[in-house]
């Protein structure tokens, strides 16, 4: 009985060494990877002034469960999400099957919150409005957000580096 239990134990130590490494290495094109991109990254989370853990709950919310990246990065000729775009705008890959009025052609540039006051973003997010009280564009989802997840959201996009370039 020992020594099947020592094999599992040996056996999980290499799963969970291997797989610390595989989420620790940088790619080279990754945000973050180039020097640029962490002095961005980190004047960006000095002006923001949230927490790690509102950040982090922002990041889940973004990626998870909005499912942002989807409309809002580009796509490589694969149609893969390009990590080095990320969040960055990208033009809309989605159609509908009937014409639908007022359809975007571009997801703005999330990354850095580049576009948005705070208060414009917590109206998009909480009313489901434009920034300017607008109805949004489809195929941007409405949302009706409690205020702190709007923050959340915020918060890590703002932690983000800006794209300098357009897509």
Same mark, same amino acid.
């Given at each position: 009985?020992?020594?099947?239990?020592?094999?599992?134990?040996?056996?999980?130590?290499?799963?969970?060494?291997?797989?610390?490494?595989?989420?620790?290495?940088?790619?080279?094109?990754?945000?973050?990877?180039?020097?640029?991109?962490?002095?961005?990254?980190?004047?960006?989370?000095?002006?923001?002034?949230?927490?790690?853990?509102?950040?982090?709950?922002?990041? +889940?919310?973004?990626?998870?469960?909005?499912?942002?990246?989807?409309?809002?990065?580009?796509?490589?000729?694969?149609?893969?999400?390009?990590?080095?775009?990320?969040?960055?705008?990208?033009?809309?890959?989605?159609?509908?099957?009937?014409?639908?009025?007022?359809?975007?052609?571009?997801?703005?540039?999330?990354?850095?919150?580049?576009?948005?006051?705070?208060?414009?973003?917590?109206?998009?997010?909480?009313?489901?409005?434009?920034?300017?009280?607008?109805?949004?564009?489809?195929?941007?989802?409405?949302?009706?957000?409690?205020?702190?997840?709007?923050?959340?959201?915020?918060?890590?996009?703002?932690?983000?580096?800006?794209?300098?370039?357009? +897509?």
């Amino acid at each position: 009985m020992e020594k099947p239990f020592g094999v599992l134990v040996i056996v999980m130590a290499m799963f969970i060494t291997i797989g610390a490494l595989s989420t620790s290495s940088m790619k080279p094109g990754e945000p973050g990877s180039s020097h640029e991109s962490v002095v961005q990254a980190a004047s960006n989370r000095a002006e923001n002034k949230a927490t790690n853990p509102e950040i982090e709950r922002g990041r +889940y919310l973004v990626e998870e469960v909005a499912k942002c990246p989807e409309c809002h990065t580009p796509r490589n000729e694969r149609g893969e999400l390009r990590q080095d775009a990320w969040l960055a705008g990208a033009p809309i890959w989605i159609r509908p099957v009937a014409p639908i009025p007022n359809w975007a052609d571009h997801a703005p540039s999330l990354a850095g919150w580049p576009s948005f006051t705070e208060e414009q973003g917590e109206r998009i997010l909480e009313k489901g409005t434009g920034p300017e009280g607008e109805e949004l564009r489809p195929p941007m989802h409405i949302y009706h957000m409690k205020p702190e997840d709007a923050k959340a959201i915020i918060a890590y996009l703002k932690s983000l580096p800006r794209s300098s370039q357009t +897509y």
